[in-house]
C-alpha cells in the first residue's frame, strides 16, 4: 500500500459548520467571522480533550475553558458536549475528503484498487495525526437516534466514495453497488480501529489486511 500522504493540516480550510448538510448539530449558524472563530476554537478544544481525557471526561465547562470562550458562547452554538463531538466528526469527513482530494489531485490513482487503498492509507493518517480523531467514529458522524436522522456518517462517506468511482473511473453506481460501498466503508473502518487497538500507531499487517479485505469484497461488484 502506497504511504505518500498529503501534509496534515491542524486546522480544515472550510467553515465550521459541515458541507455534508449535517447542521442539526448546531443551534445556529455563526454568520460573522468572529463567530465563526469562536466555533473553530471550540471544536478545536474539544479535540485536543478528547485525545487527551476520552469523550466520557469531556464536558462542555472544560471545552469553554479551552478555548477562552464563555460557558454561555457554547450553549449559543451546541445543545451539550455530544452535539460537538458530532460537529467535530462532520468537521473530519469535511477535512478527510479534502486531503484525499489533493492526494489524487497529486498523485492519481491507476485504477480503483489503487484508490480504495490511498483512501484507507488516508484514513490511517488521520487517525495518527488529527487529535481526537481515533476517538469519534465517523460511521456515528451523524446521530442516527435523532428523530430528524436520515443518514449516517458512514453513508456520507459512502456516497463520496461513490461519486468518485463515477467520476474519476466511470464507474456507474446502482442500489447493489450502493450497498456493496456502504458495508466496505463500515468493514474498512471497523479494520483500522482493530489495527489501532492493536498497535497505539497502527498495526502495519492489520492495516495491510483493511486494504485487502475492502478491495477483495469491492472486487464482486467492480470492473
Known amino acids: 500500500m502506497s504511504t505518500a500522504t498529503v501534509p496534515a493540516a491542524r486546522q480544515p480550510t472550510m467553515s465550521p459548520v459541515s458541507k455534508f448538510g449535517a447542521t442539526h448539530s448546531l443551534r445556529r449558524l455563526p454568520v460573522q467571522e468572529r463567530s465563526a472563530a469562536r466555533v473553530r476554537r471550540m471544536l478545536d478544544a474539544a479535540a485536543d480533550l478528547i485525545e487527551e481525557v476520552g469523550y466520557d471526561r469531556l464536558s462542555t465547562t472544560a471545552i469553554a475553558q479551552r478555548a477562552d470562550v464563555a460557558i454561555g458562547s ?93 467520476q474519476r473511473f466511470g464507474i456507474g453506481g446502482d442500489d447493489e453497488l450502493n450497498k456493496t460501498v456502504t458495508v466496505a466503508v463500515e468493514t474498512g473502518q471497523a479494520l483500522v480501529r482493530l489495527a489501532f487497538r492493536r498497535d497505539p500507531e497502527g498495526c502495519s499487517a492489520s492495516i495491510a489486511e483493511a486494504g485487502d479485505v475492502v478491495c477483495d469484497y469491492l472486487a464482486r461488484r467492480l470492473p
Open 74 to 166: 457554547v450553549y449559543q452554538f451546541f445543545g451539550d458536549k455530544r452535539s460537538l463531538a458530532e460537529a467535530l466528526s462532520q468537521r473530519y469527513i469535511d477535512l478527510y475528503f479534502e486531503r484525499l482530494a489533493a492526494r489524487f489531485d497529486a498523485e492519481p490513482p491507476a485504477d480503483w484498487r489503487g484508490g480504495v487503498e490511498a483512501a484507507i492509507d488516508e484514513y490511517v493518517q488521520m487517525y495518527r495525526t488529527a487529535p481526537g480523531f481515533r476517538v469519534l467514529h465517523l460511521a456515528d458522524a451523524i446521530d442516527p437516534g435523532r428523530a430528524d436522522a436520515v443518514t449516517t456518517g458512514g453513508d456520507v462517506i459512502a456516497d463520496q466514495i461513490l461519486a468518485g468511482l463515477a
